[in-house]
Every structure is written in structure tokens, then in C-alpha cells.
Antibody, heavy 119, light 111 residues
């Protein structure tokens, strides 16, 4: 069965960096687009970034462009989110999710990993 | 970029029918598929409607989706409301700039 497992969250000071990972299993990872979505405490869902298939096509929401980098290692079935220059407003649960094509829904999600940015 | 606006909350009694709207601020609602997710507290979202009106396997036919070009909006209708339907519901779509947008979210309470 399809599984997505995130890791790498934690408490970090403002301005510091953190890298999240999402290990996928149960499907052909390289055939799928992969997304990062976050949810601040008590708030709605915010899409952050997508990376397609072999990793050469990536798109970001404006609020994280230039600070966050999405990448993937298809040999390890792993998705990453490198987050630099973290701010208090980046505090959220971060989810990875699968999207099999640009118009497809996010059909599988991980359980989420909490990032807390605080001094 | 466009926005998707939903009502903040909807409340109704068990057995009744509710409809949640999702209005697109710019661009045509019909230009790209609308998906709907529900999310219970502490859990990840799951799809209840994809491609405007299709249900994933396992989602009961009490859930239905539609789009209305005249109001530039999508709708999720839940009929025969059950207490287990209590959750937050989000619409989501995509635009030609390869960006994805979630709706503002609607809290459904079953009284």
C-alpha cells in the first residue's frame, strides 16, 4: 500500500535552516509528482511546492520562493524540502503528498511533521 | 494568483443536506479541475471529490461535487448528513502558472 512518511521537523531558531524528508513506498516514486503542503496551527492548508518526476521541473508559492528548495532522490524514493531563513510564520505541520499529474488531486498524504520556529 | 473562498462554517442536523461553495476570484472555475478534501483534527486531509465530481473508491455517494460557470464556483454537497461527516473541508484547484491553491476551508458541524 502507498505510504508517505515525513521526518525532520523540530524546534529551530529564526534564521536557521531545516531539511524535511518524505520517504515513499508502495508505488513507483519516479512516476509521480510530489508536493509539500503546510498547515499553521489553527489555520488552513497552504500549498508550497511541487517537483515533477525526475526533478528537473519545480514550482513554488511566492511566499517561500528563494528560501525553500524542493528536491527528490528517486533512487531512495525520498522527497526533500530544504528550508532556509526560517521565520516564526513558517511554524506549521508540513505534509508531503502525491499528485500523479498536474491536474490530479493529492491522493496520498503523509502524517505530517511539525516545524516550530521560535527563539 | 487566484483565491478560492469558502464559507467559514456550516452547521446542520443529521440526515439533512448541506452544500459548501468554493468561489474562484479570477480565471474560470472550469479551466482546471476542482478537488475536495476533508480533514479531521490531528489527521492529514483525504480526497472526497476529484476532477470536479468524481468520488474515490470508499467515499459514499452521499458526497457529490459540481461546478457552476455562471457564479465561477464549485460546490460540495453532502446529503444524509452523519456525525462522522464533521470535519474541515477544503477545495483545491490549479492554474496555468503551475501553482496550486487551496480554499479557505469550511468547518462542518453536525448538530
Amino acid at each position: 500500500q502507498v505510504q508517505l512518511v515525513e521526518s525532520g521537523g523540530g524546534v529551530v531558531q529564526p534564521g536557521r535552516s531545516l531539511r524535511l524528508s518524505c520517504v515513499a513506498s508502495g508505488f513507483t516514486f519516479s512516476d509521480s509528482g510530489m508536493h509539500w503542503v503546510r498547515q499553521a496551527p489553527g489555520r488552513g492548508l497552504e500549498w508550497l511546492a511541487v517537483i515533477w518526476y525526475h526533478g528537473n521541473i519545480k514550482y513554488y508559492v511566492d511566499s517561500v520562493k528563494g528560501r525553500f528548495t524542493i528536491s527528490r532522490d528517486n533512487s531512495k524514493n525520498t522527497l526533500y524540502l530544504q528550508m532556509n531563513g526560517l521565520r516564526a510564520e513558517d511554524t506549521a505541520v508540513y505534509y508531503c503528498a502525491r499528485g500523479q499529474s498536474p491536474s490530479a488531486d493529492f491522493d496520498y498524504w503523509g502524517q505530517g511533521t511539525l516545524v516550530s520556529v521560535s527563539s | 494568483n487566484f483565491m478560492l473562498t469558502q464559507p467559514h462554517s456550516v452547521s446542520e442536523s443529521p440526515g439533512k443536506t448541506i452544500t459548501i461553495s468554493c468561489t474562484r476570484s479570477s480565471g474560470s472555475i472550469a479551466s482546471h479541475y476542482v478537488q475536495w478534501y476533508h480533514q479531521r483534527p490531528g489527521s492529514a486531509p483525504t480526497t472526497v471529490i476529484f476532477e470536479n465530481n468524481r468520488r474515490p473508491s470508499g467515499v459514499p455517494d452521499r458526497f457529490s461535487g459540481s461546478i457552476d460557470s455562471s457564479s465561477n464556483s464549485a460546490s460540495l454537497t453532502i446529503s444524509g448528513l452523519k456525525t462522522e461527516d464533521e470535519a474541515d473541508y477544503y477545495c483545491q484547484s490549479y492554474d496555468s502558472n503551475n501553482l496550486y491553491v487551496f480554499g479557505t476551508g469550511t468547518k462542518v458541524t453536525v448538530l
